[in-house]
């Protein structure tokens, strides 16, 4: 009982960790994005650092309304996540609160939804391309995975990543652009 106990200890251990360094590096890879491309790495990592609690409490706060939507009835989570896609930039650029990044994207998206949620379904069926092929490559399975397949998996996952982070970028320039909102504050 007490080995079972220890595990589930390390495996939250090991959730939180990984879900706080995906984080760091998920804001990471958006602050480069939103940066002038001369803007060296660790001005990014700078950024990020400053606002790192916020980012935690922004992700985790977005992903639990966008499950708790699935979990309803699937459509709310779609308009969720869908609504809440230029949060992160929002909340980096504009330095806003967690809430307040969560409205003011809500704000930005909803007269622009049916364009945005047609990204996100593009973005959606790359992520369902990307696990199909690998599963039916069978390299899904963990119990037979290679370095090789692992480091396959992990690079496709990065790749289909670094496009919805560019996705929603673009997203939140075209948005803000289009009301004369300057999001250059990186720069």
């Known amino acids: ?5 220890w595990s589930a200890v390390a495996g939250l251990v090991d959730l939180l960790l990984s879900f706080a ?3 760091f590096f998920l804001g990471t890879f958006y602050v480069l994005a939103l940066s002038d491309a001369s803007a060296p790495t660790r001005h990014a990592f700078q950024q990020v650092s400053a606002r790192f609690l916020g980012l935690l409490a922004l992700y985790a706060v977005t992903s639990f309304g966008i499950v708790a939507g699935f979990v309803l009835f699937i459509v709310p989570g779609i308009a969720l996540a869908v609504l809440w896609t230029v949060s992160l930039p929002v909340f980096l650029v504009e330095r806003k609160t967690v809430f307040q990044a969560m409205t003011a ?6 007269p622009c939804f049916w364009p945005v949620f047609v990204l996100f379904a593009i973005h959606s069926v790359m992520v369902a391309a990307e696990l199909f092929g690998l599963w039916y490559t069978g390299w899904l399975d963990y119990e037979a995975a290679t370095t090789f397949s692992l480091g396959v998996e992990s690079g496709a996952a990065v790749i289909v990543s670094l496009l919805g982070i560019y996705m929603s970028v ?11 909102h300057d999001v250059g504050v990186f720069d």
């Open 21 to 23: 360094i995906d984080t």
């Open 1 to 5: 009982m007490l080995a079972f106990e």
């Open 170 to 180: 673009a997203t939140y320039r075209e948005i803000t652009f289009s009301n004369q």
């Open 105 to 110: 994207s809500f704000n930005y998206v909803r």
